[in-house]
């Protein structure tokens, strides 16, 4: 996991991002499955969810809201955060992106926004890309198995 989340930021990094730490953290995410499907389905539920996410604060900024106007979003969310992603891990990174990504334009106005709305899609795709690939690589030919068998039963 830690091999993982440091070629990750890495890759992240290389690609001239400023907060290589939202890749790691995809890897981290992904690799914390205990067998490769598990890793796979948060793959999965971890990239649509911030990219869906990150589509929300877009069309958040995009219209150029009051200060109070995003405190009352991040309190919604944070809320809505805490009650949905125990149950439901991609519906609660749709909420935590843009809560994140809110709270660091609120700290940081200059530096935040649609530039970092981007970093954290690209971010995202990094890291579970990374962390999808570290999950196959050492995954058991069992997991590989099980994954295969289950594909093939869905399309039948």
Same mark, same amino acid.
């Given at each position: 996991? /830690?091999?993982?989340?440091?070629? &990750?930021?890495?890759?992240? #990094?290389?690609?001239?991002?400023?907060?290589?730490?939202?890749?790691a953290?995809?890897?981290?995410?992904?690799?914390?499955?205990?067998?490769?499907?598990?890793?796979?389905s948060?793959?999965?539920?971890?990239t649509?969810?911030?990219?869906?996410?990150?589509?929300?604060?877009?069309?958040v900024?995009?219209?150029?809201?009051s200060?109070?106007?995003?405190?009352?979003l991040?309190?919604i969310?944070?809320?809505? /955060?805490?009650?949905?992603?125990g149950?439901? #891990?991609?519906?609660?990174?749709?909420?935590? /992106?843009?809560? &994140?990504?809110l709270?660091?334009?609120?700290a940081?106005?200059d530096? &935040?926004?649609?530039?970092?709305?981007q970093?954290?899609?690209v971010? /995202?795709?990094?890291?579970?890309t990374?962390?999808?690939?570290f999950?196959?690589?050492?995954?058991t030919?069992?997991d590989?198995?099980?994954?295969?068998t289950?594909?093939?039963?869905?399309?039948?």
């Amino acid at each position: 996991m /830690t091999l993982g989340s440091a070629v &990750a930021a890495y890759v992240a #990094y290389g690609f001239g991002g400023q907060h290589a730490g939202w890749a790691a953290m995809g890897a981290v995410a992904v690799l914390q499955g205990s067998h490769l499907h598990i890793s796979m389905s948060r793959a999965l539920q971890r990239t649509v969810g911030n990219v869906f996410g990150a589509l929300l604060v877009a069309l958040v900024l995009l219209s150029q809201p009051s200060v109070w106007t995003i405190i009352v979003l991040v309190v919604i969310l944070s809320f809505a /955060t805490e009650i949905i992603i125990g149950s439901n #891990y991609g519906l609660g990174q749709i909420l935590v /992106t843009p809560m &994140a990504l809110l709270m660091s334009y609120l700290a940081a106005p200059d530096l &935040a926004g649609m530039a970092m709305v981007q970093e954290r899609v690209v971010d /995202t795709l990094i890291g579970t890309t990374v962390g999808i690939c570290f999950a196959i690589l050492f995954s058991t030919l069992d997991d590989r198995a099980h994954l295969l068998t289950h594909h093939i039963n869905r399309r039948r």
